[in-house]
């Protein structure tokens, strides 16, 4: 079978990590996002826990969808309680999910040491919980936790437990890595040995990255026979996290040549990973693989001239199959090329004077404490000045900023800007939350008589860096700010020993290349 089905466990295992909540409706929302990217399970969540579990269940039922199937969590019957007795049994079942995940335990240590029962009775829980659920007409898949762990302390044992619950009807029997402390060669040999001893249920595997192993895991089961693979999407999860599935199905599809979900489903995977990371309010992590800002990012002047001639020469697939992007860096790094690259935009790429007189302003630029890598925008307002094509949309005449405290903590900031534009002065005065906002606001109150759109922009994000820290407070700070509107987002920055005036620059440029990408979009 070339078919590797794909289960998702960011709504279950994923919500385990450190910091992560999700609320129902950003559960419902994920739910969505991952049928649309069409994968096979959603396991929606530990049905017995709480409330709000259970609700997601009931509320996921309406959801429509088309391509996955929910999963609803719980583990075997405790040992004191009858089948029809046990609460997860009975919040499985209440859930209404038609695919039943019950989590038992196949390492001896944790069966005399945690369920404090006999071996025996493990057996007993892991079969007869399994047949339960089987003869409520439920799709079982059975997590035996610790695999790996009990296989290599008393491999009869464990084995034994996979037999069990196969023998009960199990439809998938997962491997669960669930300390994940081991490395793919024994993963690959025990997964194996099982692929050979077990028949009937699919193989599953679920890991763990406390060795940064996860995924390298994941895939060493699936060469060894499993084709049931549970992760979560960004490898969100429990202490380190899960197996990263946003690694795991590219892998499986472009590198391994496996069937993984519906055709042209690949190309959806930066966005759900984006998407995830937003609802889950997760730091980007700009270094991931695949789906990371900077997974196809070219910074080094060399890469650069070698990807102009042949894309493949420093990328290992295009970034379009995984719908990513690529990104051409300019900074102190740069060559020529990156340059050139920059300005096939403006149909500039056979003008090696201009690109001379960018990188050398550039240079002297970073040199300066400036920095173009997050702020494109910026770098194409230089270039317009170095062409000679750039015409200011507003002249400052000049601003000041004033931030008072009382004796008792009260606080107020003003900024007052007074500028013009097309010969006509605007002064107006702006309060705001700090500094930056008050000159913001004030900016915005000055501008949009001349310029209505800039009601749609917005600043996203405000970034300040010490750029010579020797100097302490007579060093220079960078601004980056990043800023949006309906339809781009953009980077600009400024540097001076002034915060307030670096923030000005940065603030300057952002609102500079709106009015112009206006204009040029308007024409
Ligand atoms: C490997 C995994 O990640 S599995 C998923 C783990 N996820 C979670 O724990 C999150 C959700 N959990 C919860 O909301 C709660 O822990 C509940 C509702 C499941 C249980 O809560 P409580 O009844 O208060 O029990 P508590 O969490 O303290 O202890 C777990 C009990 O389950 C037993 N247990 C653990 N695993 C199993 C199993 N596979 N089969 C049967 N019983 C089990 C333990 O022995 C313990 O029993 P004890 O109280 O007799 O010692
Ligand atoms: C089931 C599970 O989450 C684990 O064993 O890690």
């Known amino acids: 079978m070339n078919r590797i089905e794909i289960y998702d466990t960011t709504l279950r295992d994923g919500m385990q990590a450190e910091g992560i909540s999700f609320s129902l409706q950003d559960k419902l929302l994920i739910a969505k996002c991952l049928d649309d990217f069409g994968v096979d399970y959603i396991e929606g969540g530990y049905a017995a826990s709480n409330e709000k579990e259970m609700a997601f269940f009931h509320e996921a039922a309406n959801l429509g969808l088309k391509n996955s199937l929910i999963a609803g969590f719980g583990n075997t019957r405790r040992a004191s309680a009858s089948l029809e007795e046990d609460l997860s049994l009975k919040a499985i079942l209440n859930s209404k999910a038609p695919v039943a995940t019950i989590v038992g335990k196949s390492w001896d ?144 599809k472009y590198k391994m040549g496996y069937e993984v979900l519906k055709e042209g489903a690949l190309q959806k995977l930066t966005e759900v990973s984006r998407y995830v990371q937003e609802i889950a309010n997760m730091q980007p992590v700009a270094n991931m693989p695949y789906v990371g800002d900077s997974a196809f990012a070219h910074k080094a002047g060399l890469h650069v001239n070698a990807l102009m001639k042949n894309k493949a020469t420093y990328e290992h697939i295009s970034p379009e199959m995984v719908g990513n992007a690529r990104k051409l860096l300019i900074s102190e790094l740069s060559g020529m090329s990156n340059i050139l690259a920059k300005l096939e935009k403006y149909n500039l790429s056979n003008d090696r004077d201009l690109a001379r007189k960018m990188l050398d302003k550039v240079q002297e630029m970073e040199s300066n404490g400036y920095q173009f890598e997050a702020a494109e925008a910026s770098f194409d307002l230089l270039i317009k000045k170095t062409l000679g094509t750039y015409k200011e949309t507003f002249h400052l005449v000049k601003y000041h900023v004033n931030v008072e405290r009382s004796g008792s903590g009260e606080k107020t900031t003003e900024a007052t800007i007074k500028l013009t534009v097309d010969g006509e002065t605007e002064h107006v005065v702006s309060e705001g939350d700090g500094p930056v906002n008050a000159l913001d606001e004030a900016m915005r109150k000055s501008l949009e008589r001349f310029y209505p759109s800039l009601a749609d922009m917005r600043l996203v994000d405000y970034k300040v860096r010490v750029v010579n820290a020797k100097a302490a407070t007579a060093a220079k700070v960078r601004v980056t700010i990043e800023s949006r509107d309906k339809n781009d987002i953009w980077g600009t920055v400024g540097v001076s020993e002034n915060i307030i005036d670096a923030s000005w620059k940065a603030l300057k440029d952002s609102f500079e290349y709106k009015i112009i990408k206006d204009a040029q979009e308007s024409r």
Do not use: W
């Open 109 to 252: 240590m944790h069966v005399t040491e945690v369920l404090r029962c006999s071996l025996e009775d493990n057996l007993a829980l892991c079969s007869d919980s399994t047949a339960y659920l089987k003869s409520k007409g439920l799709r079982v898949v059975f997590d035996a936790e610790h695999f790996f762990d009990g296989y290599k302390h008393n491999p009869q044992y464990s084995l034994k437990v996979l037999e069990a619950a196969a023998a009960a009807g199990a439809d998938v029997i997962c491997l669960c890595e669930t300390n994940g402390g081991c490395l793919p060669r024994d993963v690959y040999e025990i997964t194996k040995t099982v692929a050979d001893a077990i028949s009937g249920p699919i193989i599953g595997i679920h890991c763990h990255n406390d060795t940064d192993c996860a995924v390298a895991n994941s895939l060493a089961a699936i060469e060894a026979g499993a084709r049931h693979v549970q992760g979560t999407i960004n490898g969100m999860g429990e202490r380190t996290g899960n197996a990263n599935l946003c690694s795991i199905i590219p892998n499986l």
